[in-house]
Structure formats: C-alpha cells, structure tokens
C-alpha cells in the first residue's frame, strides 16, 4: 500500500529565514513525487515533482524539493521565506511506474511566515 | 490560458438528494480526474478518465457516485441519494496524457444538510 505522510500540522518561519517542510513515503518500485499549494478559497497549484534524474528538482516561486531514496523522503525547501509563501502545501506520490495517474496526498502541512 | 474550471462553486443540498457536479477541463487535456478533499484532509483520489472511458474508478466509495466524460471533454459526478458524510470539496484535475502533471480546478464545495 501506499502513503504519504506529513509529520507537522504546523511550520512557522520567519520571514526571510530558510524553510522546510517535510514529507515521507511509502510506495512500492520508483515513486513519482509532487508538491502543490493551497491557497485559502482556491485550487491546488503545482509546485515541481521528481519523476527521474537529479535528486534535487526546482519549481516554481524559488521552491525546491531533495529526492532521498534511502530516507524516501521528499522535502520542501527554499533558501528566503516571504509572507506570501503562507499557505497549506501537500506532498503527493503516484505509484505507478509508468505514469502518473491516481495521487495519493499527505493530510497537508500549514505554513505561516511571520512578518 | 484557461484553466479547469468546475461548477457550481458552492452546492447546498440535503440528505436524499441527487447532485450533480461539472468539469471542464483545460482544453487538449486527455486525462481527467476526480478527488474528494474533506475538511483537515489530503484529497483522496475517486476517479480517473482517460478520453471516455474510466480508466480507474477504484476510489469511488460505493455506488451511489458514478461519473461520466461522454465526449472525452467534460465530465460530470453524479451522486445519488446524498449523506451527510459526503459532504466536501470536489476537486478536479487535468493532465495533457496520463503520465503528466495533473493541473486542479477551484472545486465544488458540497454540504449536505
């Protein structure tokens, strides 16, 4: 079976300091990996993904996201925080070798930056 | 350009029910999807189409919810006989072919009475 997990509800930083956000997975053979964005009264947006290739994947808004195979963890990062980054942000992981079809999401981590 | 867009925005119904919740997807888009997002949760997958036909309706949670895409384009979640436990954003999601990123609309807030 497989899963995602995000072990914090909650992150605050600073704004201008580093952030991360923390995923972990479980799925069978060579997962594809996502993050998206949720924004209050809106849809998710796409952030990146890992499919194959280089363990650090860049997305969109400065975000970046670590591929570690060993941890199968999926992290997101980026180097500056700004307040406008507050929002509720989803790991997803597709298990399907040959494409990424059904999601399956973490319950989500909110991320509040403090002016 | 356009992006998938679902209606209504905001379904208020109550127990017994049928609704009915549209799909557009983004134009060119072969493969679309639907999610379920309850209140604190991840949304969780209930269908996938690939052109017309349901390539994987594993997710729905029991027969009273069916989908359709008659011509490959739109798609429309059918839900019979409404509870109050189906109350939640139905969210939906486009990709070019099934391999790619899938892209969300703003879904349909459902709230059975």
């Known amino acids: 079976a497989q899963s995602v997990a995000q072990p914090e509800d909650q992150v605050n930083v600073a704004e201008g300091n580093p952030l991360t956000v923390k995923c972990t997975y479980s799925v069978s053979g060579n997962p594809y990996l996502f993050w998206y964005v949720q924004y209050p009264n809106r849809g998710l947006q796409f952030l990146l993904k890992?499919?194959?290739?280089?363990?650090l994947v860049k997305g969109s808004y400065g975000f970046e996201a670590e591929f570690n195979k060993s941890q199968t963890s999926f992290h997101l990062k980026k180097p500056s925080a700004l307040v406008s980054d507050s929002a509720l942000y989803f790991c997803?992981?597709?298990?399907?070798?040959?494409?990424?079809?059904?999601?399956?999401f973490g319950t989500g981590t909110r991320l509040t930056v403090i002016p | 350009g356009a992006g998938v867009s679902q209606t209504p925005s905001n379904k208020v119904t109550e127990k017994g029910k049928y609704v009915e919740l549209r799909c557009d997807p983004i134009s060119g888009h072969t493969a679309l999807y639907w999610y379920r997002q309850s209140l604190g949760q991840g949304p969780e997958f209930l269908i996938y189409?690939?052109?017309?036909?349901?390539?994987?309706d594993s997710g729905l949670p029991n027969d009273r919810f069916f989908a359709v895409r008659p011509e490959g384009s739109v798609s429309t979640l059918k839900i019979q006989r409404t509870e109050r436990g189906d109350s939640a954003v139905y969210l939906c999601?486009?990709?070019?072919?099934?391999?790619?990123?899938?892209?969300f609309g703003p879904g349909t807030r459902l709230t059975v009475l």
């Open positions: 189409f690939q052109g017309t036909g349901a390539a994987d």
């Open positions: 999601a486009s990709s070019i072919l099934y391999t790619d990123t899938q892209y």
């Open positions: 997803a992981v597709s298990p399907d070798q040959t494409g990424a079809n059904n999601l399956f």
């Open positions: 890992y499919i194959t290739g280089d363990n």
